[in-house]
């Protein structure tokens, strides 16, 4: 197997392009290959993620370049454009075609439409280790026969098979007319078509269409797929299609794209009674099995909440212990000893200042909630690859279309739970404009990961024993405030019914721990990468609308605190009509992080939180640090416990600790537990931060559905808080 290297000129140099369905094995397939020294970037003018790696071997420079995971060519998905565009423009000298083997039916169909096209094909014939587990046979000799590919059986996670399949794409790319994949039939009549069609377009377009492949555009001219033909840049005569097809229409009665998806399938399900012998008896399958619980018509619901809840309340036990060990860290050693190395080198107060309680409170206090973060993006991370997360999506169709939307609509608002930002992108895996802005307009209500720290530290500080419950209730609170909005929106702006579609349900399978681990990094960075910019610069601002006009003697009397104390009495049916609560949200419109961080900056740069903060400061940094990584220790521990207990195993619960964060110390003076919640609740519901905006603004081409986010949140975000604190204090609570 080659290495991965600089260019050398005089070698040759292939191409070959990766296709698969999702979750075939893509990706392990590529970093097994090239050692994962790839090339990440986007697909241009799109957010599709692109990967490729240089393999150099001693013959050739191979390219492999990643497309975009897909069932099938069709115009419908940005991913499926960005794949086909790729294999029909830049015309790769050969395709891997990365196939689940335990599931050939679906990933056949896909197949056949590479097939399509004329490139060389090579199937990897992945997952094999799991289809022999099936007892799967086979017969690898009537595919290559068949199809007129050649199969190499692969097991990328163990790195089988690889060796052979780069050979083999090398003798087939010297070999390109001997391996040149078969035009399969697709019965008579459309076959009749497709090469009068063909004919048609190569009398009008003469002698710009040797580099089209050509039975490709015909079939898609039949389909009526406009996209493929425009794209293509060729003239087409539309009545001379109709004329052609108008036979078709009358003896199938029905659109041509599903006569041609039905050609298709027919084919694939000949191809597998031809090629795979399953095992004589017929075991249900566990998958089936785990199905038949999951997807039930009364059961899928209440175990989609629940296994919602374990996340969250797992999220919170692991990480809680690791967020008390950053804050103390922070909080205490890092900003003291920051301080004194300032104030050393003689720097101004003012900076000082600016730093430890600008940047290390503001940052600092977004920092504590990276274990949460991570731990929240790694059960995430686990549901999808685990194949929950399509069943989550498939039992709420029904919900969903009560809302006018499809349970596809359910895989962007998933992903808002991580951040609003890509599941606005997201929403282009929609069909229509409509599924998508109204999709839009509900994602917000999905508690995305920023806001998560507000949760945190308000349930450390007064929920500790039933944090996991309490997040999780806001969490719900959004999703069934989402249904409502959606029934409200249906019934008003966005009239109409959504199509049906066919949810596809990956197997159940135990994602690996590479896969975990860098899916939850992919997850979890932007929010570092958040900290270490976007908000160490509004911080900074911050420290200055709190530190301006110059010289102003208490925080109350700075810009941002004036903006407070106006805001404020709006808040005060709320439970929380204080400036500092109002100048936290304020700044919370930049984004969601910013609340805590504000927090962090408006209560201990106060004279309060100096009394509760300087108590425990004492002994040398030699002791200081063994104490930090002591802690550290303890925090592991901690974390262990709490996850046994989760399961029952142990009844040790845990103390919180007194002696936690003068943050902490001070919200207990200032909020209740009933206004902590509602002011959660407002934090949940309250105005999509200013990147989202963006994102509509790019996605939607306007302003006017960010306006309308706006203006319908702040006001569902005060009404709810009101009902909740209002109706708290009516029955009693406090
Ligand atoms: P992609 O969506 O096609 O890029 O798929 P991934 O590379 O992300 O793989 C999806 C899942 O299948 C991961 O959990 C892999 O670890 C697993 N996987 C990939 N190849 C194999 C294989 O040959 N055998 C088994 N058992 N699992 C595999
Ligand atoms: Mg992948």
């Known amino acids: 197997m080659g290495s991965v290297d600089q260019g050398e000129p005089n070698k040759k140099k292939i191409v070959v392009a990766v296709a698969g369905n999702p979750n075939s094995g893509k990706s392990t397939l590529i970093n097994a290959l090239s050692g994962s020294r790839l090339n990440v970037g986007n697909w241009p003018g799109v957010t599709v993620e692109k990967k490729s790696a240089l393999l150099n071997t001693s013959e050739a420079e191979i390219l492999l370049v990643d497309l975009p995971g897909t069932y099938s060519l069709s115009p419908y998905t940005q991913e499926e454009i960005v794949a086909r565009d790729y294999l029909v423009h830049e015309k790769p000298d050969v395709i891997i075609n990365v196939v689940d083997a335990t599931n050939l039916e679906r990933n056949f169909y896909l197949t056949i439409q590479l097939l399509e096209l004329g490139i060389p094909v090579v199937v990897a014939m992945n997952m094999y280790d799991e289809a022999k587990a099936k007892g799967f046979r086979i017969d690898k ?65 003469h002698q710009n269409i040797k580099d089209i492949p050509i039975r490709w555009i015909a079939l898609k001219a039949i389909e009526g797929d406009s996209k493929a033909i425009e794209d293509s840049g060729l003239k087409i005569d539309n009545s001379a299609i109709e004329h052609i097809t108008s036979h078709l229409h009358a003896a199938h009665d029905s659109d041509l794209e599903s006569v041609m998806a039905d050609a298709r399938y027919g084919l694939v399900s000949g191809l597998v009674r031809e090629a795979l012998v399953r095992p004589g008896v017929q075991r249900v399958e566990l998958t089936e099995k785990i199905d038949r619980v999951v997807l039930n018509k009364y059961l899928g619901i209440p175990i989609f909440f629940a296994a919602m809840w374990l996340v969250f309340k797992l999220t919170f036990d692991i990480s809680s212990p690791f967020m008390d060990w950053i804050d103390g860290v922070t909080a205490g050693p890092f900003s003291k000893w920051s301080a004194a190395a300032m104030q050393s080198f003689g720097l101004p107060d003012w900076t000082v200042s600016l730093f430890t309680e600008g940047v290390v409170a503001g940052v600092g206090f977004v920092l504590v909630f990276v274990p949460v973060i991570f731990a929240m993006m790694f059960f995430i991370t686990f549901l999808e690859g685990s194949g929950y997360m399509a069943r989550a999506a498939f039992v709420m169709d029904k919900a969903m279309h009560t809302i006018g939307l499809h349970g596809k609509s359910f895989i962007p608002m998933l992903l808002g739970f991580g951040c609003n930002v890509p599941a606005v992108y997201a929403t282009r895996m929609l069909e229509n404009k409509r599924d998508r802005i109204l999709t839009a307009l509900l994602i917000p209500l999905m508690s995305c990961g920023a806001r998560l720290p507000v949760y945190a530290l308000f349930t450390a500080v007064f929920f500790s024993a039933y944090a996991g419950v309490v997040i999780w209730s806001l969490y719900v609170m959004g999703i069934l405030l989402a249904v409502l909005m959606g029934l409200v929106f249906k019934k008003t702006l966005f ?240």
Not at 141 to 151: D, F, M, P
Not at 155 to 177: I, M, Y
Not at 725 to 734: C, I, K, S, T
């Open 141 to 205: 000799k009537s595919i290559e026969e068949i199809l007129g590919v050649r199969v190499i059986n692969t097991v990328a996670t163990r790195k089988e098979g690889l060796d052979d399949l780069l050979d083999t794409v090398k003798s087939v790319e010297l070999n390109p007319d001997k391996f040149s994949p078969k035009i399969l039939s697709y019965g008579a009549d459309i076959d009749a078509a497709a090469l009068k069609t063909a004919e048609m377009i190569e009398e009008v377009n």
């Open 495 to 734: 009239r109409g019914e959504a199509p049906m579609f066919i949810m596809e349900l990956p197997p159940y399978r135990m994602p690996s721990f590479r896969n975990l681990t860098v899916h939850t990094w992919e997850k979890g960075k932007h929010f570092l990468v958040k900290a270490g910019t976007y908000i160490l610069a509004m911080s900074v601002l911050v420290w200055f609308l709190l530190n301006l006009p110059w010289g102003v003697e208490h925080k109350k009397d700075s810009f941002l605190g004036r903006a407070g104390q106006v805001a404020a009495p709006a808040l005060e049916p709320l439970g929380f009509g204080k400036w500092e609560a109002a100048s936290s949200l304020i700044t919370g419109v930049i984004a969601k992080e910013i609340i805590v961080g504000t927090m962090g900056e408006i209560y201990t740069t106060d004279e309060r939180a100096n009394d509760a903060v300087k108590s425990e400061n004492a002994g040398s940094a030699y002791n200081e640090l063994k104490d930090i990584s002591a802690s550290f220790v303890k925090a592991v521990k901690e974390s262990a416990i709490n996850v046994f207990s989760t399961f029952g195993i142990s009844s040790l619960a845990l103390e919180d600790d007194e002696d936690a964060g003068g943050l902490k110390q001070l919200l207990k003076k200032e909020f209740t537990p009933l206004s902590a919640y509602s002011f959660m609740v407002f934090v949940l519901l309250y105005m999509p931060c200013m990147v989202v905006a963006i994102a509509m603004k790019q996605e939607f081409g306007t302003w006017k559905w960010y306006g309308l986010a706006f203006a319908y949140q702040t006001a569902l975000a005060w009404i709810a808080a009101f009902v909740v604190y209002q109706g708290g204090r009516l029955l009693g609570f406090e």
